[in-house]
């Protein structure tokens, strides 16, 4: 079992910058598949970002390509998402996602993902 806990959301103008977390424990995410998923009310999830456990290449959203960056860190058991030129159109609730061990296909999909955080709201003000 993997236990994922999101926190760095918040309210935030239209321009600027957020960092979100998100911190597993149960298990060394180091073989694991991470991702992040955004929704908003009434529509379903949708991928934002992912970061094989083989570090392979990153895997973006054509919507935040270019403004969010997914990195991890293996001896935190961390993964994190940069958000940066943020858009109101980014607001929503985000969920960090696992999937694993040794799981590297269809990264874009909410549904091969194993374990999900609570998810942590963000609000971008125009």
């Known amino acids: 079992q993997v236990q994922l806990v999101e926190s760095g959301g918040g309210l935030v103008q239209a321009g600027g910058s957020l960092r979100l977390s998100c911190v597993a424990s149960g298990r060394a995410i180091s073989t694991y598949t991470m991702g992040w998923f955004r929704q908003t009310p009434g529509k379903e999830r949708e991928f934002v970002a992912a970061?094989?456990?083989?570090?392979?290449?990153?895997e973006y959203a054509d919507s935040v390509k270019g403004r969010f960056t997914i990195s991890r860190d293996n001896s935190k058991n961390t993964v994190y998402l940069k958000m940066n030129r943020v858009k109101p159109e980014d607001s929503a609730n985000y969920y960090c996602a696992a999937k694993g061990p040794f799981k590297v296909n269809l990264l874009t999909s909410a549904t091969q993902y194993t374990y999900w955080g609570q998810g942590t709201q963000v609000t971008v003000s125009s």
């Open positions: 970061f094989p456990w083989n570090v392979g290449r990153t």
